[in-house]
Nanobody
Framework: QVQLVESGGGLVQAGGSLRLSCSAS????????VNWYRQAPGKQRELVAG???????NYADSVKGRFTISRDNAKNTAYLQMNDLKPEDTAVYYC???????????WGQGTQVTVSS
């Protein structure tokens, strides 16, 4: 079992930055692909960024060039650096870990990001 805890959300003005963290309860995290999703009110949850076990990354078109995903396996933590934030980035951001070997999925409780115009 992997427990995920997100932190770093908050209220920021447009153009500002935030760094989200996703801390895992176990070192199994290091063999999980990790993703950040977000869900805005009235909208479906969408994939924002992902980082594989091998550290290849992928991003939604809407955040390319502004967001950077990274991981520190020694700390069982993943990060999402968000720059040049826009009001449309407002959402609850969720950390997701996929244990590739067993096809298990784990979710955090989410952290609110609000970007004011």
């Amino acid at each position: 079992q992997v427990q995920l805890v997100e932190s770093g959300g908050g209220l920021v003005q447009a153009g500002g930055s935030l760094r989200l963290s996703c801390s895992a309860s176990t070192s199994i995290f290091s063999i999980c692909d990790v993703n950040w999703y977000r869900q805005a009110p009235g909208k479906q949850r969408e994939l924002v960024a992902g980082i594989a076990v091998g550290e290849s990354t992928n991003y939604a078109d809407s955040v390319k060039g502004r967001f950077t995903i990274s991981r520190d396996n020694a700390k069982n933590t993943a990060y999402l650096q968000m720059n040049d934030l826009k009001p449309e980035d407002t959402a609850v951001y969720y950390c997701h870990a996929h244990l590739v070997a067993l096809h298990f999925d784990y979710w955090g409780q989410g952290t609110q990001v609000t970007v004011s115009s």
